[in-house]
C-alpha cells in the first residue's frame, strides 16, 4: 500500500452518486422568487479540456486529502487526469515541468495524467491542510504509483 494511502484519509464516491446529490441539491435550493439568489449558489471555479478518454472504461474517483501540519507525499504519478480545491489550509505542489505553488483555501488545480509530483505537501508547519480531488480514469488500476527519487540530470546513488 502506499503511503499516500497510509498517510492520508481517502473518501471514495462514484461520480453518479456525486451528479445525482449536486443535482438534487441545486433542485431543491431553486425557486421562481429567488433566482438571483440561485444564481449565486454555483460557480465554476475551473474548466479543463481533458485528454481523450476511452469512454466505455471510465471511472470517476472523489477523495478527500488530509495533511497534518509539515506533512508531505513522497514523489508520486496518476495515471488520471485530477481535479483539486483546497478546502482547509495550503498545499505546496510540484508538478514536474512546472514551477512550484502554493494553493490555499478556495482555490482549484488541474494536473494532468501521468505527471509526476515532485512536491505533494501541506505548506504549513502549524497548521493542518485538506483538499477534495476528483480524479477521471479511463482505465482500472491504482490512484497513485510512488515514483523512485528523482536526481539531477545525470546523477546517480
Known amino acids: 500500500m502506499s503511503s499516500i ?3 492520508v484519509g481517502i473518501a471514495v464516491l462514484s461520480l453518479g452518486s456525486t451528479w445525482l446529490a449536486a443535482t438534487s441539491a441545486w433542485s431543491q435550493g431553486a425557486s421562481s422568487h429567488a433566482s438571483s439568489q440561485t444564481k449565486d449558489r454555483a460557480r465554476i471555479v ?18 478527500e486529502v488530509r495533511y497534518g501540519p509539515g506533512e508531505a507525499s513522497p514523489p508520486h504519478s496518476h495515471s488520471c487526469a485530477v481535479i483539486g480545491y483546497v478546502v482547509e489550509g495550503a498545499l505546496r505542489t510540484q508538478v514536474q515541468g512546472e514551477p512550484e505553488r502554493v494553493y490555499t483555501t478556495g ?7 501521468n505527471g ?4 505533494s505537501a501541506n505548506a504549513s508547519a502549524t497548521e493542518p491542510a485538506k483538499f477534495v480531488a476528483y480524479l477521471i480514469c ?16 545525470g546523477a546517480s546513488k
Open 5 to 7: 494511502r497510509r498517510g
Open 46 to 63: 475551473l474548466s479543463q479540456i481533458l485528454p481523450k478518454l476511452d469512454s466505455g472504461h471510465l471511472k470517476a474517483f472523489l477523495l
Open 107 to 113: 482555490e482549484s488545480f488541474y494536473e494532468a495524467p
Open 116 to 119: 509526476v509530483h515532485l512536491v
Open 138 to 153: 479511463d482505465r482500472d488500476g491504482p490512484l497513485s504509483v510512488d515514483v523512485p527519487e528523482l536526481h539531477p540530470e
